[in-house]
């Protein structure tokens, strides 16, 4: 259990880079690349966990209280949105793709540049 | 560059990255450890500024720039979007036929609706006490105005869903944001320090500027979400191109 | 005994996200992407929330399970209304 959170923040690195690398659809890169944004998430909450401690919110626990490490916290929280609005501009580019080329597939993208 | 021969660098470059992250986590503080050096100081601070919230606390006030700079890339990413979006001189729209709704989505969806439409606004104002504030909220906000789409038809949303005022009140956010930031520069400290009177702890009016950044954020990402979501929907149900022509 | 019950909690959510981003990175059908995504972004936020961080936790549910899946499921019926109408 010391290392297992970091490792599976790893794992889901690595599986959303795979699908990404080997992806024929640019819609299904994107969502690979939510994937292996998540992973962040994971890594930073497993490097503020404290345990025993309870959520960093004092409004119904006494001051003094051990708590999990906010900083990471509120590291992750703002860009889980922030991710979503840039992955909203990957897919518009996506669209755009699709309305010049015709075709969503990187491979055949590739070979219309020539 | 297809098949096989793309799969052996894609392997072996996984196996580096896999075997360095690996080698990293094994020196990493163990998880669930106890000493958090960033956190105990954070921590202390917000409690000094009397916001309960202490992940509200470090966003906007202790990194309250930070938090500026993570709603600029959102803004830019919203306005990108809209640019990328937007009906071309090619395309046109064909409203979509309302599709029938079964009565007990209807009832579910206009009963649901301003309940999460409540839940978001609790959510963003309560963000000093309580887990939330205006990322989480505005999120919600923009989620409940969609329950119209399910519940009636997608005409109903764009009547409530004019998309102007939402692109207008987006940038509103934006600029509440960085103008309550230069108050802490009148008020003769530093851009976006906390100089308004911190109020009683756990109360409403508690954490000095943060509610209030919170209102900003809250506004601009309920809006931003809104406007997105709108060219995403228009896209997929409304413009088309020429057709037999390729746009 | 509580420590050994977060033990078991958070090796449930940990495998539950691990299995769920693999299902979503391995699928191939960005339709059915989008909905494991969704599965994704609902194990996230219970493994959040079990991480003591309900912060990230409520906006990971509101994001991660409603509006970037729905953005995703938007641009693949663009997408595949343009090709049927060429």
């Known amino acids: 259990m010391t290392v297992l959170p970091y490792l599976v923040a790893v794992w889901i690195f690595l599986i959303g880079v795979y699908g990404m690398a080997t992806s024929r659809n640019l819609v299904h890169a994107v969502g690979c690349l939510a994937v292996t944004q998540s992973s962040t998430y994971v890594l930073l909450l497993a490097v503020g966990y404290r345990r025993g401690a309870t959520a960093p919110v004092f409004s119904d626990i006494p001051v003094g209280t051990p708590v999990v490490d906010p900083v990471v916290q509120a590291l992750a929280l703002t860009d889980v949105v922030v991710g979503a609005t840039v992955t909203a501009l990957l897919l518009a580019l996506v669209v755009q793709t699709d309305k010049r080329h015709g075709t969503v597939d990187p491979d055949e993208l590739t070979e219309l540049k020539g | 560059m297809r098949g096989p021969i793309r799969r052996w660098p894609l392997a072996a470059g996984l196996a580096a990255t896999a075997a360095l992250l690996v080698a990293a986590c094994l020196r990493l503080p163990h998880f669930g450890g106890d000493r958090h050096p960033y956190g105990d100081r954070a921590v202390r601070t917000a409690l000094l500024q009397r916001t309960a919230n202490t992940v509200s606390s470090v966003n906007f006030d202790q990194r309250a720039l930070d938090t500026l700079g993570e709603e600029s890339i959102l803004f830019a990413a919203v306005l990108g979007t809209v640019v990328l979006l937007r009906q071309t001189r090619d395309e046109h729209r064909v409203a979509p036929q309302p599709a029938p709704v079964p009565p007990p989505l209807r009832r579910y969806g206009t009963l649901a609706l301003p309940v999460a439409l409540l839940i978001g606004l609790y959510v963003i104002a309560h963000g000093q006490l309580s887990p939330g504030g205006g990322f989480q909220g505005g999120v919600v906000v923009a989620t409940a105005l969609h329950l119209l789409y399910v519940a009636v038809d997608y005409r109903a949303l764009e009547r409530i869903r004019p998309v102007g005022p939402y692109e207008l009140a987006d940038g509103v956010g934006e600029a509440a944001y960085v103008l309550l930031g230069a108050a802490g520069l009148l008020a003769g400290s530093a851009y976006l320090a906390n100089t308004l009177p911190h109020g009683t702890f756990n109360t409403m009016a508690s954490g000095g500027t943060v509610p209030l950044l919170n209102a900003a954020v809250g506004m601009e990402v309920a809006s931003g979400v809104v406007v997105l979501l709108a060219h995403f929907l228009g896209q997929a149900l409304e413009i088309v191109g020429e057709e037999g022509e390729r746009t | ?86």
């Open chain 3, 1 to 86: 005994m509580g420590d050994a019950l977060d033990d078991a909690l958070l090796a449930a959510g940990l495998l539950l996200v691990a299995a769920a981003a693999t299902a979503a990175a391995l699928c191939r059908d960005p339709a059915r992407q989008a909905v494991l995504l969704s599965l994704l972004g609902l194990g996230l936020a219970l493994l959040f929330t079990v991480l003591q961080a309900p912060d990230v936790g409520l906006s990971q549910l509101a994001v991660g399970s409603a509006v970037t899946p729905l953005m995703l499921l938007l641009t693949v019926r663009k997408v595949r209304r343009r090709k049927r109408h060429e």
